[in-house]
């Protein structure tokens, strides 16, 4: 039970490995885990809560002084290849602990069973691989209450009901009442969203979940005049936000950035051209210039904007806001 694994692999390791020390036959007490993982008692009772957050059952005899774990709580064994099982633990044990997914905890018990019930040979295997694997992911917008919020707005999808939010609206610049018949739940860049039709503002609507004061469903139902498509919603939206616009953008990127930018796939209409100096000429037919113009400007002094001139316009007076706010510290 000893080893560099326990070691380097961190708390989720150590989660994992308490979890098989415990399906042994004898029980194991605190002293004795934190001598065979390398830590502390506080540490291993931190890692006992972690597994009982999760709804691992584990039980403590007093007399004995020792942990032991129930042996039928694990699902019988899956049958899984190499790269099935890696492929799962490393969702699991890598993304989903930079990510804001629903049910975490829930995915990290799945995870542990899996696990547990791999043969010796994928167990020892997927256990060395990941650790040489590493994820890093964008920075996200934190959610104590997206498992609750999220529950309840697929039952609420599901079911067809109605749902009476109090929403913080960045855009009315004050928090919001409204009915809300929602119909899809989409994960984009950092946040959960819901979209679905308001009755406030007659329209489907985005509404972000982190952003929801208070929710209550009720007992109304709505009926979908249309199967909703989330791809004829957004058309050719840069990202989210369709303005009702189509506009032809062409950018030339400098080849400092030229390679790495062509590199992304970034819109369902982009079309790329080298020039022979190294850089690159991107176009692309979206709809409404909100979203690329931010896209653009992060580009700083890499990226020339040919066309349309309302962009061009935009990014020119950002640039000249830019210099004059940080010229005048």
Known sequence: MKGAWHVKSGRIGRVVQILTTL???????????????????????RDLKELQAIGVPYHYDPKKGSYTLDPEFFLPPIDLNLQEALSLLILVHKFGAQTQIPFRKSALLAGL????????????YCKTALQSISTRTSAQAPMSRLDGVFADLQKAITGKKIVHIR??????????????????????????????????????????????????????????????????????????????????????FLPK?????????????QKVQFDEDGSALLEFRVDGLGE?????????????VLAPKALRDRIIWAAENMIKLNRNL
């Open 257 to 269: 950035v030229a390679q790495n930018v062509t590199e992304v796939h970034w819109h369902t209409t």
């Open 292 to 304: 690329i113009f931010w896209w653009v400007l992060g580009y700083g002094d890499q990226v020339q």
């Open 23 to 45: 399906q042994a036959a004898r029980g194991y007490g605190p002293d004795e885990l934190a001598k065979i993982f390398g830590t502390s008692r506080r540490t291993v009772f």
């Open 113 to 124: 069973k899996i696990e547990n019930n791999l043969p010796a040979r994928l167990k020892q």
């Open 167 to 252: 929403y913080q609206s960045l855009f009315e610049d004050q928090a919001i009442e409204l009915d809300l018949h929602p119909c899809h739940l989409l994960y984009n860049h950092r946040a959960w969203y819901v979209l679905g039709f308001s009755q406030m503002h007659k329209s489907v609507r985005t509404f972000k979940l982190s952003r929801i004061i208070q929710m209550t469903t009720l007992e109304k139902c709505f009926v979908e005049a249309d199967l909703f498509d989330i791809y004829e919603y957004f058309g050719r939206a840069w990202s989210m936000i369709p303005e009702g616009r189509l506009h032809d953008v062409k950018l030339r």
